[in-house]
């Protein structure tokens, strides 16, 4: 077969496809008539029911007169100077947040024009292949970093990315254009990162600087224009991020079976009789476990307050503190509650009596001391739980016994005026608590530990002076409740509070039980690298 012959053979067969195709497309056509007219006929039914359901029903049209007067002409002139109204202040309000965001702008560029960038982030998007995309820009946050001694800025860069071919379609589950989302912060807009919102409450409540102070540091570490109304704006908002651990810790305080219990004074601004009045605060430790609360209601000093606590958390068990009455009366109807008193305050009340009756006030003291030299024997020879309560039923017990019926015999002796009578009435009304501590031998003598716990609080006041309302004394205490368990646990406050901080905007609607992971003797199993050694903790590092 010559070339002549294959490119008639070639010929026919186009003429074939093509006259395939034109049946084709004729047939396609003629169809898509056929549908055009379908869809008409559709749309006509579609308008002539609605006309049915929400029309007229009358065939006459309507006729338009112009004197007819309008119904509800003022209604909706009314309704309508609303809208308006409505209107221009959305305006107007956006145009206030415009002029404030810029202002707050400014504000920011300038706290951090003269900080060193000694560090730089850059987030990619995750999961994208990045083949596929070209960079288009990059989104720019700064953030101002602390360390001891120094201020820095820290750059967060998430590059942009687009498809190099926009008319591809992106694949599934991207998008045509692609950024890494900002990680949480721990204050909306806030330039503080969060080393510098840690560095913040720990001056504050580990150190006892107050807030025009601490402005004062950071200027000379090159931070401009940072006033005190922003620095207590990013304080409240941290607090409130650790809230619900605060609360976590509360429950895991009564949780436990043995708690020690004390209060203590904090002044606290009363701005309608403007000076500063005298409230409590109250702390709450678990022996045991080492995990401390402090807690602010409205500055009440009534036992209902302890109560409370004890209720809302359904304490069982323990609970050891000082001789204030309003112990007693809160729990004497609670059977689950078993309360006991401190021998140190009872000695306290004989040391006093020295001067007016030396015989009567040294013989008491030689009978607690007796104890406390049978605990130091416990302590030296590292007994048990069990062997010590087997120790102080053997040793203590006839002491306290003798004690007891020494007291009832002097009571009378002395007038309930007197130094004497008032130690030995003090000592023997709370003298059955005392002897629960024959019970258990993981009951302490005396609340020590407590008060230990509530003497920083005793030099904060010497320092910041008092708190500025009962929001700033509920503030005070939360951060008070994580730094003191920091400081029984032996974890480094600065490196818990600055993880933790990074780890609550993702933890906020957490479990309880995932809460608990984040207090301090917890976080420290998974951190050894912040736990103090005795060498540092004595010298202050």
Same mark, same amino acid.
């Given at each position: ?61 309507? +006729? ?11 209604? @909706? ?26 202002? $707050? ?56 990315? *687009? ?9 599934? &589950? ?12 721990? +204050? ?19 150190? =006892? ?10 200027? =000379? ?38 708690? $020690? ?12 009789? =403007? ?29 209902? +307050?302890?109560?409370?606590? *004890?209720?809302? #958390? ?9 001789? @204030? *009455? ?11 509650? =078993? ?9 306290? #009340? ?60 002097? &009571? ?60 700033? *004394? ?28 990074? $780890? ?23 951190? $050894? ?13």
């Amino acid at each position: 077969m010559d070339e002549k012959d294959i490119l008639l053979k070639t010929i026919e067969g186009l003429n074939a496809s093509v006259a395939s195709l034109s049946a084709v497309n004729k047939k396609q056509a003629e169809q898509n008539e056929k549908l055009q007219e379908r869809i008409k006929e559709l749309t006509a039914q579609v308008a002539w029911l609605n006309r049915q359901l929400f029309g007229r029903k009358a065939e006459k049209l309507p +006729v338009y007169d112009p004197n007819m007067p309008d119904l509800f002409a003022d209604e @909706f002139a009314g309704l309508q100077r609303k809208a308006e109204e409505k209107r221009d202040e959305a305006m107007e309000k956006m145009e206030k947040e415009s002029a404030e965001e810029k202002r $707050q702008k400014r504000q920011n560029r300038k706290m951090m024009e003269d900080l060193p960038v000694l560090e730089t982030e850059v987030i990619e998007p995750d999961g994208v292949d990045l083949s596929l995309y070209r960079r288009i820009g990059e989104e720019v946050t700064r953030v101002v970093k602390h360390k001891p001694g120094m201020l820095y800025v820290k750059e967060i860069i998430r590059p942009k990315y *687009a498809l190099k071919d926009s008319t591809q379609l992106p694949p599934e &589950g991207q998008k045509g254009v692609e950024i890494a989302p900002m990680p949480l912060m721990p +204050v909306d807009k806030c330039i503080a990162d969060t080393s510098l919102l840690a560095e913040i409450l720990l001056q504050k409540y580990e150190y =006892h600087v107050p807030f025009y102070r601490q402005i004062q540091q950071y200027r =000379h570490l090159g931070m401009k224009g940072l006033t005190e109304s922003t620095l207590d704006g990013w304080f409240k908002k941290t607090v409130e991020l650790l809230k619900p651990l605060y609360e976590a810790l509360k429950q895991e305080v009564f949780s436990c079976d043995y708690v $020690q219990a004390d209060e203590t004074t904090v002044p606290v601004i009363n701005k309608e009789k =403007h000076r500063a009045d005298k409230e409590y605060l109250w702390m709450a430790r678990s022996v045991m476990e080492k995990l401390v609360i402090f807690h602010y209601d409205g500055g009440s000093r009534a036992g209902a +307050v302890i109560e409370s606590l *004890a209720n809302q #958390h359904h304490f069982k068990g323990y609970l050891q503190c000082d001789g @204030f *009455a309003g112990y007693e009366t809160a729990f004497k109807t609670n059977p689950g509650v =078993h309360l006991v008193n401190c021998l140190i305050h009872i000695r306290r #009340h004989f040391e006093q009596a020295l001067d007016e009756n030396r015989e009567m006030a040294e013989h008491a003291l030689t009978q607690i001391q007796h104890i406390y030299r049978i605990e130091h024997s416990c302590d030296k020879a590292g007994l048990s739980y069990d062997e010590r309560k087997a120790k102080r039923l053997e040793l203590a017990k006839p002491i306290m016994e003798a004690m007891k019926a020494w007291m009832e015999a002097e &009571g009378v002796k002395y007038s309930p005026r007197s130094q004497a009578g008032k130690a030995i009435t003090y000592a023997y009304t709370r003298w059955g608590n005392m002897m629960r501590c024959l019970e258990d031998g993981c009951l302490l003598w005396d609340n020590n530990l407590a008060e230990n716990v509530i003497r920083p609080i005793t030099l904060g006041r010497k320092n910041y002076l008092f708190c500025g309302n009962h929001e700033a *004394a509920i503030n005070m205490s939360v951060i008070c409740s994580l730094l003191a368990t920091c400081k029984a646990h032996d974890v480094n406050p600065r490196d818990y509070l600055n993880d933790i901080i990074a $780890q609550m905007p993702y933890h906020k609607k957490a479990a309880h039980e995932e809460l608990i992971k984040l207090l301090p003797h917890q976080w420290k199993l998974q951190h $050894q690298e912040s736990v103090l050694t005795k060498q540092t903790t004595e010298s202050g590092n």
